[in-house]
């Protein structure tokens, strides 16, 4: 989820642009039929909060590139 603080641009998501701008509260589905990136297209500074449910692992996939990020943490109190 995104909370648009500050500015204006556009919301590509999936095949879509679509106009942001302080104020909007954006919600993007997971996984890779979503795509998403959030461009500023304005000379202003465009601020915006990222919330998450910080799930482990944490999995993205940036298809533009092709590239994958993988993040987690193991929990030392944990037995093997």
């Known amino acids: 989820m995104f909370v648009v603080l500050e500015g204006s641009g556009t919301l590509r998501a999936a095949a879509e642009m679509l106009p942001i701008k302080a104020g ?3 919600f993007i589905p ?3 039929e ?3 990136q959030i461009i500023n297209t304005s000379e202003a500074p465009l601020k915006y909060l990222s919330i998450s449910t910080m ?3 944490e ?3 940036y298809p ?3 590239k994958f ?3 987690g943490s193991m929990d ?3 037995s093997f």
Do not use: F, L
């Open 24 to 26: 909007d509260v954006i």
């Open 30 to 32: 997971t996984g890779p």
């Open 34 to 36: 979503y795509p998403h």
């Open 55 to 57: 799930e482990e692992p």
């Open 59 to 61: 999995i993205c996939e």
């Open 64 to 66: 533009d590139s092709g």
């Open 69 to 71: 990020m993988a993040e």
């Open 76 to 78: 030392r109190e944990q």
